[in-house]
């Protein structure tokens, strides 16, 4: 049972491009979220996508958007991207019930230079 | 808004002593959830243990026990007789319904052999 993939691994961006993160939810699950983590803290919640729609967002401006496909795959874009904007951006997956254990992927190194 | 608030940047124990880490969360809801996960060097985000806040009863998983006091809204994770595999971040979270995670800033934990 293959758990959250994500690609690609590695990354490195010129300041001002645009980026494409791609992200595949466990076997089952319909719910899949994105999160950015910086070096030395803890993850922030960027969006929430179900049923190809955005559900719910963190305080990332519109620079960030996303995308869920009916196999529930996501797509997260960043466009304009900014020397800050360099993290590890997690995806995370789920089933759309109260309390239900999140899973997460590897991850995507971004830097940003 | 919900937080999460881990006192305790860094921390380092003997190999098979136990230690709690410490967790405290602010939050006007009665009914959520509660995670703890381990971020090892490789950093995917692994779940450790999940506390229901509706449950009285504190959470087991083989050496990993919590500690869940509600009415002070502490969450601590006690690990018992730690092994070099378990040195890594700890990041507590939080979640109410299928909404996002609310992570703190991690305890960055060290096992000595």
């Known amino acids: 049972d293959a758990g959250v993939t994500q690609s690609p691994t590695h990354l490195i961006k010129t300041r001002g491009q645009q980026v494409t993160l791609r992200c595949s939810p466990k076997?089952?699950?319909?719910?899949v979220s994105w999160y950015q983590q910086a070096l030395g803290q803890g993850p922030q919640f960027i969006f929430q996508y179900y049923e190809e729609e955005e559900r719910q967002r963190g305080n990332f401006p519109d620079r960030f958007s996303g995308h869920q496909f009916p196999n529930y795959s996501s797509e997260l874009n960043v466009n304009a991207l900014l020397l800050g904007d360099s993290a590890l951006y997690l995806c995370?997956?789920?089933?759309?019930?109260?309390?239900?254990?999140?899973?997460f992927g590897e991850g995507s190194w971004l830097t940003v230079v | 808004a919900q937080t999460v608030t881990q006192s305790q940047p860094e921390m380092s124990v003997q190999e098979a002593e136990t230690v709690t880490l410490s967790c405290t969360y602010d939050t006007s809801e009665n009914n959520y959830y509660l995670f703890w996960y381990k971020q090892p060097p490789s950093r995917q985000m692994i779940l450790v243990i999940r506390q229901e806040a509706y449950k009285q009863q504190n959470a087991t998983e083989n050496r990993f026990s919590v500690n869940f006091q509600k009415a002070a809204k502490s969450f601590s994770l006690k690990i018992s007789d730690s092994q070099l595999g378990d040195t890594a971040m700890y990041f507590c979270?939080?979640?109410?319904?299928?909404?996002?995670?609310?992570f703190g800033t991690g305890t960055r934990l060290t096992i000595i052999p």
């Open positions: 979270a939080f979640r109410i319904g299928n909404e996002k995670l609310t």
């Open positions: 995370a997956s789920s089933l759309l019930i109260s309390g239900n254990t999140i899973y």
């Open positions: 076997s089952g699950h319909d719910t």
